[in-house]
């Protein structure tokens, strides 16, 4: 694998959250009760700075929930030259002062960027009244705020095609984690030979990847290749071969519809988008990845 065309590492911290989202990629809710462990989590920033000096995102779950762990690895991510983010469904902006004063012990240990969900998936936020406030404020404290928005899909939309990248902050929801179980009853299905590729990522050079809480590096979230309390991140993209890893070499040369092939799967009702059809071939019983 190659790591020159990596824009951004993803480090869940928790699978613990404020909600339970029905478009949830993590599957994450109130009683999810894994948080990483400190020490791993700042050896693989280490790791991760040592392989591309990237932005980390850190993720949840909400990682919120655990202050002084994401204050401690924000200031050990900027200590490594990496770009700290966190993503945040915003439970804790209960006013513009909380906002400032919060952000504020982020930024003073070197936080970049926030990005705020803020859709009508995650229903009503404490920071509707004076949302317009966040980004200037934020600004201030040097941090950059993006609100992330994703929109429901069109029930009879055709399968989107093309995604400059699969983490967008915009643009319709992708039926991948909870989102392919809960969110699919009323959209249009489409045919499992129409599904010949995976349009978002690139398997030999992705643009992101996503260490999820309990260690396992994805291509996608719940898309796992390796176990990070096992390899090393650099030795991973030393050895990593496609070829070994038979669901991402079908997902990658034939997309779902190889996939499907190679587990002797059919689907007569057909599926909603892309991810959907992954998700669901690989969390079948033939596909191994369990739910
Ligand atoms: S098609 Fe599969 S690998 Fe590609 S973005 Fe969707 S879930 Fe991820």
């Keep these: 694998m190659n790591a020159s065309s990596l824009e951004t590492w993803y480090l869940q911290l928790t699978d613990r959250c404020t909600n339970a989202c029905p478009h949830c990629f993590s599957s994450c809710s109130p009683s999810g009760h894994t948080v990483v462990p400190f020490t791993l989590a700042r050896k693989w920033i280490h790791h991760m700075s040592v392989v591309a000096k990237k932005r980390i995102v850190f993720t949840g779950g909400e990682p919120f929930l655990y202050f002084p762990m994401l204050r401690n690895l924000v200031h050990e991510a900027a200590g490594r030259n990496l770009w700290p983010a966190v993503w945040t469904n915003g439970y804790w902006i209960t006013g513009p002062e909380e906002f400032r004063l919060t952000l504020r012990y982020l930024a003073d ?49 055709p399968p989107d095609y093309l995604f400059a990248d699969h ?92 996939l499907a092939a190679l587990l002797s799967l059919e689907a007569p009702d057909g599926f909603v988008d892309f991810c959907h059809a992954c998700w669901m071939l690989r969390h079948s019983p033939q596909g191994g990845q369990g739910r």
């Design 109 to 157: 240990v070197g936080l970049k960027q926030v990005i705020l969900s803020d859709d009508t998936y995650h229903g009503a936020t404490p920071f509707a009244a004076f949302s317009d406030q966040l980004a200037p404020m934020a600004s201030e404290l040097g941090v950059d705020l993006r609100l992330a928005r994703i929109e429901p899909k069109t029930p009879s939309a």
């Design 167 to 258: 983490h967008v902050l915009a643009g319709p929801l992708m039926f991948r984690g909870r989102a392919a179980v809960e969110c699919t009853a009323h959209q249009a299905r489409w045919r499992l030979e129409d599904f010949d590729a995976c349009p978002f990522l690139s398997f030999a050079s992705p643009r992101s990847l996503f260490l999820d809480v309990r260690g396992f590096l994805n291509i996608c979230p719940g898309f796992p290749l390796a176990d990070m309390k096992i390899v090393s991140l650099k030795k991973f993209f030393m050895d990593f071969e496609l070829e070994k890893h038979a669901a991402a070499h079908a997902i990658a040369t034939g997309g779902p519809a190889r």
